[in-house]
């Protein structure tokens, strides 16, 4: 599993356009924004690591997120943490081609690509997908809420999905939120991890998980 970790953290730094580092077992991404000023990604750390990962999360806006199921020395290392996310999915599906959607705005910037439907004038769905080697990592898939229930989540992962494939890539990855998670089953998506973030005390209110996306009911 850790080389698909990996590839996913590649990817999922390279659709922030934020450098990714190594840290210990850890990534390490400077993420800088109003939720986040680091966040480590960690796939089943054993409790020495968990405990000096936890050290380092020392304030609110330093983020740890583990991958799969802590056991119960990793669990207490962890409970002197604050959950800042519900319990995602770490999800992966085989790509394939698919035909082309015209009413799908592709941008590109070197590996990175956001795809965006409008509908009147509004934007009603996006996301963007990065590449890491011959995985593609799929990031905030997103649907306005006026604009659910007609299936332009399902179009924006079709388009991107598309457009990795045009670049090389056979597997996506992603994070799932609770509802994303319902979208990416039906489309063919399988489960492969749970996904939790933490952060040190102090009263900051929860961002965005890694992945979320919690926007893209179909």
Known sequence: MSLMVDRWAEGWAACREKPLERDGAAWLVRIGDEHREVERVVESPSPEEARRLVARSDGPRRWLTV????????????????????????????????????????????????VSLMVDGVEAA???AGLA?????????????????RGLGRRVVDALGDWAVSRGADAGALIAS???????????????LPVASYAGTGGAEAGAAPGDTSGCAA
């Not at 802590?70 to 394939?96: K, W």
């Not at 080697?133 to 229930?149: K, Q, W, Y």
């Not at 609770?178 to 492969?192: I, K, N, Q, V």
């Open 67 to 114: 991958l799969g199921e802590p056991d119960a020395e990793v669990a207490a290392e962890l409970g002197g943490l604050r959950s800042v996310s519900r319990v995602e999915t770490m999800m992966t599906a085989r790509l394939t081609a698919m035909p082309r959607d015209r009413d799908a705005i592709l941008e590109e910037r070197g590996d990175v690509a956001t």
């Open 126 to 128: 996006r996301g963007t």
């Open 133 to 149: 080697g011959d995985f593609a990592v799929l990031d905030r898939i997103s649907t306005d809420e006026r604009f659910r229930r």
């Open 178 to 192: 609770p509802e994303g998670r319902a979208l990416y089953l039906r489309l063919g998506w399988a489960d492969l």
